[in-house]
C-alpha cells in the first residue's frame, strides 16, 4: 500500500527542512522543564524554578504571534535568525546566571529575552504551504507536523530532565540551547525552500485573536497548558524528595 508520507518527502528540500527543524523545536519541550530541573537543583527553590520558567514561558506565547507576523512581512531569514540568536544567547546567560548564583533577577531577564525564540512549527508549516498550497499533499503534511510535535513534545521532555538528573543541573539546558542554535541555523540556511514575502491579503491586518474560534481555542488550551506545567514542576518536585530524582 502507498504510504503517502513517502510522498510528500519527493519535493526537493523538504527532507532537508524537516530534519533541520525537527531538531531546532526540540527546546520547545526541553526548555521549560530544564530551566525547572535546572533551577531546582542550584537553587534549591522550587517557587523560583517554576516563576523563571513560568516567564519564559508566558513571555514566548505574547511574543511568538508577533515574530511569526514579522517573518511574513519580512521573510523568514531576517526576523528568525537574530531572534534566535537573542534567544541562543539569553539561554546562554540563564544557564551562566544558573551556575554561578548570579542574583535572582538575572534569571528574570535571561528568561523574558530567551523568550525571542521563533516558533519553528509555524516556519516549517509555511514551507509546506508553500511547497503544496491547494494540493491534497497539504494534509498530508501537516498531518505530518503534527505527529512531530508530539513526538518532540515526550522526547523533548524526558530528555531534558534525564540529561539533568544523570549528569549536572545544567545539562538538559545546554543540550536545549545547542539544539536551537544549529537547528535553526541548518533550517534557515536553506534558502531554497524559503517561502517568498506575499502581499497581506485585504483584512490581514486585524489579529486572529479578535475571531471567536481562536478565543474559545485559546481559553481551552490555557487550561490544558496549565496542567501540563504543574505536572512538570511537581514531577520533578515529587521524584527528588523521594530520592530518585532521575525517574521524573
Known amino acids: 500500500m502507498r504510504n503517502p508520507y513517502?510522498?510528500?518527502f519527493r519535493a526537493p528540500g523538504t527532507k532537508g527542512f524537516a530534519a533541520a527543524a525537527f531538531i531546532a523545536r526540540?527546546?520547545?519541550a526541553m526548555a521549560p522543564i530544564g530551566i525547572v530541573a535546572m533551577l531546582s537543583q542550584t537553587y534549591g527553590e522550587y517557587w523560583l524554578a517554576g516563576a523563571v520558567s513560568a516567564t519564559y514561558a508566558l513571555v514566548n506565547a505574547f511574543l511568538s504571534p508577533q515574530v511569526s507576523r514579522l517573518v511574513d512581512r519580512l521573510g523568514q531569514t531576517?526576523?528568525?535568525m537574530p531572534t534566535t540568536l537573542v534567544s541562543v544567547l539569553s539561554f546562554a546567560a540563564l544557564i551562566a546566571a544558573a551556575n554561578q548564583h548570579w542574583p535572582v533577577w538575572t534569571l528574570f531577564l535571561s528568561a523574558l529575552l530567551a523568550a525571542a525564540m521563533p516558533s519553528v512549527p509555524a516556519l516549517v508549516r509555511a514551507r509546506w504551504t508553500e511547497i503544496f498550497r491547494n494540493r491534497p499533499e497539504l494534509n498530508t503534511a501537516f498531518a505530518f507536523e503534527s505527529a512531530a510535535d508530539e513526538l518532540v513534545y515526550v522526547a523533548g521532555?524526558?530528555?531534558?530532565?534525564g540529561l539533568s538528573t544523570a549528569l549536572f543541573p545544567e545539562a538538559g539546558m545546554v543540550v536545549s540551547t545547542l539544539l536551537l542554535a544549529f537547528g535553526s541555523a541548518a533550517f534557515l540556511l536553506q534558502r531554497s525552500t524559503e517561502p517568498p514575502v506575499r502581499p497581506a491579503e485585504h483584512g490581514a491586518a486585524a489579529s486572529a485573536i479578535r475571531l471567536r474560534p481562536v478565543q474559545i481555542i485559546t481559553f481551552a488550551l490555557i487550561f490544558v497548558g496549565a496542567t501540563f506545567a504543574t505536572t512538570e514542576v511537581t514531577t520533578v518536585a515529587i521524584t527528588k524528595a523521594l530520592g530518585q530524582p532521575e525517574a521524573a
Do not use: D, M, T
Not at 157 to 161: E, N
Open 78 to 80: 531576517r526576523i528568525a
Open 157 to 161: 521532555a524526558s530528555l531534558s530532565v
Open 6 to 8: 513517502s510522498e510528500i
Open 26 to 28: 526540540l527546546p520547545i
